[in-house]
């Protein structure tokens, strides 16, 4: 099994670098892959001019699976949209069709006195966001600056985006959302903005009418403001919540909050024939970068995530996740995880204390 490395940017080298450790850990145990190396994001930028080359996706589309770090880069943002570092993330994603991103926010005991929330709020949560990842407003176009050319702004700059959704964009993301409910707690909750936007207004249209095949999922509806409310209100009362891109992007960081930290969320990007882009769902964190100071543990878990639904490698995956849970309950931690009686570790440590649970397992 082949898998393009894809670092990218900030914190990116060095929580990928953790990861690939540990897939290389399992390799004496029969695990059988190899990795290649390719440029994305600024990094890609300030190498090839471009920030998502066509070696890049060529390399993404000769191999098995991919494992992306992040993108991002503050001292690029003033760049025209298409070379900026960003554009090379939802690139790949669009130009490997990688319409379905899960987003598991998971609370490990050992964790759940770490989260801003009463423990008893998150002890024991267990929820799926199924996000929509190459439509809605990211994607949609027309899009751009201009001068207005009516209404009380007239004569003044503006700028515009478009957010659409096509039926079979909707039905695709909704039949892997309520295939991922039947087989978790059978519950499904769409997120949409239908008492204002036209585009989620259908959205919930088509949900609903792709639930009709799914009478053993219990559907609901739910406005993104009261859900991003909810989240924190009792977010135990969710299973699987389907939504579009931009909702499940913000959702998605809210509720990673829930689990202690951003650096504990995996995510897996999956096209049709289940060709995945395994990635953390935090970003580049340029505060950090160079430091050893980032959780590579969401990176980690994405691995896992690749190993099950890429590869159907279902005991390395939950080997790992294993020796994730075997750090986090005796081991020493990063600091956005970090509380009194803990040995502290930077990024590199971390992984090694992963491997190290590896192999006593
Ligand atoms: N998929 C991707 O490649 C994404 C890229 N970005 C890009 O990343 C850059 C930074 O964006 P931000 O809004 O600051 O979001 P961010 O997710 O990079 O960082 C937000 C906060 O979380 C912390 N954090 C993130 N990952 C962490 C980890 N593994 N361990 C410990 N702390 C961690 C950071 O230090 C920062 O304080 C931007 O250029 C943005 O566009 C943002 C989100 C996703
Ligand atoms: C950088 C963005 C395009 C993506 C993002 O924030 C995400 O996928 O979570
Ligand atoms: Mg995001």
Known sequence: MKIAVMPGDGIGPEITA???KVLEALKTDGLQV???H?????AAYRATG????ESTVALAQASDAVLFGAVGDFSLDTLPRHLRPEQAILGIRKALNLFANFRPAMVYSELADASTLRPEVVAGLDILIVRELTGDIYFGTPRGHRIAEDGP???????FDTMRYAETEIRRIAHVAFQAARKRGGKLCSVDKANVLETTQFW????TEVGKEYADVELSHMYVDNCAMQLLKNPKQFDVIVTGNLFGDILSDEASMLTGSIGMLPSASLNESNFGLYEPIHGSAPDIAGKDLANPMATVLSAAMMLRYTFGLEEYASRIEKAVQTVLASGPRTGDIWREGKERTGTSGMGDAIVAALARQ
Do not use: H, S, Y
Not at 38 to 42: N, R, T, V
């Open 34 to 36: 190899e990795f290649e």
């Open 50 to 53: 471009v920030p998502l080359p």
């Open 204 to 207: 919930r249209d088509v949900v």
């Open 18 to 20: 953790q990861a690939v």
């Open 153 to 159: 702004f007239k004569g003044e700059r503006e700028a």
């Open 38 to 42: 390719a440029l994305i994001g600024g």
